[in-house]
């Protein structure tokens, strides 16, 4: 039996889970382009590079860590033929009635608000960018947890800018905002 220490460093899951990211090919700055393109309509200052460090932040949440890491352990495993049918087959054929990669992703997409969710809805209906490449099962992998997930990063980055604008015009000062920020990402 194997033993397993009781405490997990937080930022070794953190980096756990980016590194997830980063050997299925989604990049940071692809996560980001979504945001942009999701708030710059309401936002005529925003930058990429606060979009990017949105995507950063979201991915310091604990929530969003681990279902990286359960949904890309089984999108791999569906790749091996290592899960058991008739999971096996629901997994590695994102069937459209599955829903449980939704249900991991949407449960990660309640940390920002009711703009998340209804942005993760949207980016999982439209499949914008990286997302649409994942869903698109070229390349042999199987992606049926990651787009849902990446979607799910997307919505939390966009909700996320859009609460710290508000914070913003509400007058609120830099200290205020990221103490707001500090309480949310856990």
Same mark, same amino acid.
């Given at each position: ?8 460093? +937080? ?15 989604? +990049? ?97 209906? *439209? ?31 966009? +909700? ?8 913003? *015009? ?5 200290? *205020? ?10």
């Amino acid at each position: 039996m194997t033993t397993y220490s009781n405490h997990i460093r +937080s930022k070794e899951v953190e980096n756990a889970a980016r590194e997830c990211l980063e050997k299925r090919g989604v +990049s940071i700055s692809s996560i980001a382009e979504i945001v942009y393109q999701m708030q710059k309509p309401y936002n005529e200052s925003l930058t990429f590079e606060y979009c990017v460090e949105s995507v950063n932040r979201v991915l310091e949440k604990r929530e969003i860590q681990h279902a990286l890491l359960v949904g890309v352990e089984l999108d791999q495993l569906a790749e091996k033929g290592q899960l058991s049918e008739p999971l096996q087959s629901l997994v590695a054929q994102d069937e459209g009635l599955f829903g449980v990669d939704e249900t991991i992703a949407f449960g990660a997409a309640l940390g920002y608000g009711s703009i998340s969710v209804t942005t993760f809805g949207h980016l999982d209906k *439209e499949k914008i960018g990286i997302i649409k490449q994942l869903d698109s099962k070229e390349g042999g992998q199987c992606h049926t947890f990651l787009d849902d997930i990446v979607g799910s990063i997307a919505a939390n980055a966009s +909700s996320r800018i859009a609460h710290r604008l508000r914070d913003v *015009e509400d007058g609120l000062s830099e200290h *205020e905002i990221e103490l707001r920020d500090q309480e949310e990402r856990y």
